[in-house]
């Protein structure tokens, strides 16, 4: 029973989200290494296990720590931390640990104070501009490489990108187009390696490409991880439907203000994260959802989450709808970013009752 | 010694902060009872009793049940939840408890369901409209106070503002006339029923308004609770200087990009939040500040927190500074959000090497 805000897990869409993309990573013949920094959970994990995912990603060296009790391929698909040099010299004893390098300070680092075999993939800026090599310094890719091959520590297993960019991308059409300019800097760089490094991969991985793109030459990993829970950011790309968002926080409804056409749900930015999406309604924090058996159904036209303050979420409710609802009762709310709602609430309640932990 | 991101809380400003906000309400003979959404530690509540705070406000139930052990007097500042009815009574069993109601439906709930006395404040909209009872509607006002007269458990003991307005005012000039606007509210309703009530109390408490304000007429207690830390926004509202700023982010330098000017950071918005403020430089989701000896000093002009994604911040860094930082260093980051940061990071530690711990 709903008493205050809960993350509700829908399992049968959560499942079918993680079918949907191992059938296309091996219709197209891709190893499927998950992103975990979504749902950051190791019972959740444990339904890619299910279906024979091995390999993972994640975003932190703490969240590698956590999934390392599970799982014995992780990459950190981040920067390396050379402050955390001991943890990773822990995790590298214990488990198959797959680093990214972007910059010549930290390649040296570890070159000095590794003690364990890691292996190494070069994070490349294919247009997303956060972090990563810029796919024309051959200068610097070159002294990367060479410190990596005068370590027998360092093992360099490919080139990694994320285009992060695709989520300004409003149409499927747009986002197909940014991949393929990541499959182009992507191929040129294999093209360029290859003889030396024959067994180089190349690894790729936001949720809009992996969700939209048909095309993924010269590609041999994917990373998606968002597609897990999907929400209504993924949405307004392009890369689900609503009906694949397979979780929503469930608000108790505490005030109704007719004059304004509005309900106040206890249910804020502790709870929600304060992500927010523009669209025609201006800012939206959440959307409302129809109630249903065990699932939820559709979006209710116009009813969306259009403040939020620490407890407090304020919902715009179209004139004449307001009689439907009632102190007492509750909402049920799609997310705008489901990776930060997950993140505040700490853990998912599935319809079977079931509380999922997480890191 | 910082390896990942850390909350750093600088107990001295703390303190400091503590002090000023306790000697305002005594000069202004006030009773003050500080809202703890802030900070949530029972550790830190501890430095208000020891300056001989006795009661204390908090915005969920969880947060009562929290405090609980240590505090008898808890004001819960949120409309009351009444599916939270079990908890609710447990606390009513326990402790001194005052809960906010803005509703005929949850009063009738309550009178139902209370097995416990509790205090009543009627929760007013003093001008934020997010929720309470309009000032002006006396129907709904006489409608509830008949519920609660009639029933023993229930104690009508004041009413209860929150100027969450004053969050949009930029100088004390404005955040004054805010003020002000509230004192007249709740002197009229003082007025209006003090003879039925002769110890209604009028509690009011928003941080810009107590920072700021230095007339309380009529006021008999002050509920502030971001001045704990302070923070950007409470800094660009008018209510502190940078200087009061009492929690700031490690954030351990992963990347340098000298061709757009910008440092990466393992500090996103899963240590952050999203909270964001908008000046003369655009969107800002933190400031960075000169480190110190055991404290920090100023800001460092030109150099802040430009985007968030899940883990990495982006630091926007004046051209020809970016020699000053280098990898493996780290960078000491005010918050936009005390509130949000401190609930993302779940804990504080402060330059004596205490980790201080929070709901």
Redesign the interface.
């Known amino acids: 029973m709903?008493?205050?805000p809960t993350l509700i897990l829908d399992k049968k869409k959560c499942s079918a989200n993680i079918n949907t993309m191992l059938s296309k990573s091996k219709r197209h013949n891709l190893e499927f290494r998950p992103h975990f920094?979504t749902h950051q959970s190791l019972e959740i994990g444990s339904w890619f296990k299910d279906v024979g995912v091995k390999k993972i990603t994640v975003?932190?060296?703490?969240m590698a720590e956590y999934f390392s009790t599970q799982w014995n391929d992780i990459t950190i698909a981040?920067?390396?931390?050379?402050?955390?040099i001991?943890p990773i010299n822990e995790l590298a004893k214990k488990i198959t640990l797959n680093l990214c390098i972007?910059?010549e300070?930290?390649i040296s680092?570890l070159s000095e104070h590794l003690k364990f075999k890691v292996n190494i993939f070069l994070k490349m800026d294919v247009g997303y501009?956060?972090?990563g090599i810029?796919p024309e310094n051959s200068d610097l890719i070159k002294i990367i490489l060479e410190k990596i091959d005068a370590n027998p520590l360092l093992n360099f297993i490919g080139f990694l990108g994320h285009a992060?960019h695709t989520y300004k991308c409003r149409t499927n059409q747009a986002i197909k187009k940014e991949h393929s300019k990541s499959l182009t800097i992507m191929a040129e760089l294999k093209d360029e390696y290859k003889s030396r490094y024959p067994n180089l991969i190349i690894s790729l991985g936001d949720t809009p490409s992996c969700s939209v793109a048909d095309d993924f030459s010269g590609v041999d990993e994917i990373r998606p991880g968002n597609f897990v829970f999907y929400d209504l950011t993924q949405n307004l790309i392009g890369s689900n439907s609503i009906a694949q968002i397979a979780v929503a926080l469930a608000c108790?409804i505490?005030?109704?203000?007719k004059?304004?056409s509005e309900i106040?749900v206890?249910g804020g930015?502790?709870h929600f994260?304060?992500?927010?999406l523009e669209d025609k309604e201006g800012l939206v924090f959440g959307r409302v959802v129809e109630k249903g058996n065990n699932t939820w159904g559709d979006l209710i036209p116009n009813t969306y989450v259009k403040?939020l303050?620490?407890?407090?979420g304020?919902i715009s409710v179209p004139k004449g709808n307001m009689d439907n609802y009632?102190?007492?009762d509750?909402l049920m709310v799609l997310p705008v970013h489901s990776?930060?709602a997950g993140?505040?609430m700490k853990s998912y309640t599935t319809f079977e009752g079931e509380i999922i932990s997480r890191l």
């Not at 981040?78 to 955390?84: A, D, G, Q, R, Y």
């Not at 994260?273 to 927010?276: A, G, L, N, P, V």
């Not at 303050?309 to 407090?312: L, N, P, V």
């Open positions: 709903i008493t205050k920094k975003s932190s060296v703490s981040f920067p390396t931390n050379i402050l955390e001991e972007e910059n300070e930290s680092f501009h956060r972090t810029n992060g108790p505490v005030a109704l203000h004059d304004r106040v206890y930015g502790v994260s304060k992500d927010r403040s303050s620490q407890e407090h304020t009632k102190i007492g509750y990776c930060m993140n505040t």
